[in-house]
């Protein structure tokens, strides 16, 4: 499985940014993607995730973003979203896409190579 992550950017606090992740290889075998992200000196925390297919899409975020961010799919284009709006700059990190075999799995298997998100205040 190949994720390639794209559409970061540098924007003011209140815009907002529309991440995508174009999914290649072994799709058959995903169940959940998810997008995590990176602040300079911080770990890597979760942001949100979404079952890959069926007619539930069962996201959930992380409290900070709640509201703000939206997660969806398009199976046809094998791509993920994330629309962030309302940004702030606390949202500023490398910002990663994820995949697993798993239903909301404890740690991803698969990961992107990253997509800079700066929010200048």
């Known amino acids: 499985v190949q994720l390639q992550a794209s559409g970061g950017g540098l924007v003011q606090a209140g815009g907002s940014l529309r991440l995508s992740c174009v999914v290649s290889g072994r799709i058959g075998t995903i169940v959940t993607m998810g997008w995590f992200r990176q602040a300079p000196e911080k770990e890597r925390e979760f942001v949100v995730a979404i079952r890959w297919r069926g007619s539930s899409s069962s996201p959930y975020y992380a409290d900070s973003v709640k509201g703000r961010f939206t997660i969806s799919r398009d199976n046809a284009k094998d791509t993920v979203f994330l629309q962030m709006n309302s940004l702030k700059p606390d949202d500023t990190a490398v910002y990663y896409c994820?995949?697993?075999?798993?239903?909301?799995?404890?740690?991803?298997?698969?990961w992107g190579q990253g997509t800079q998100v700066t929010v200048s205040s």
């Open positions: 994820a995949a697993d075999q798993r239903f909301r799995p404890p740690n991803y298997e698969y």
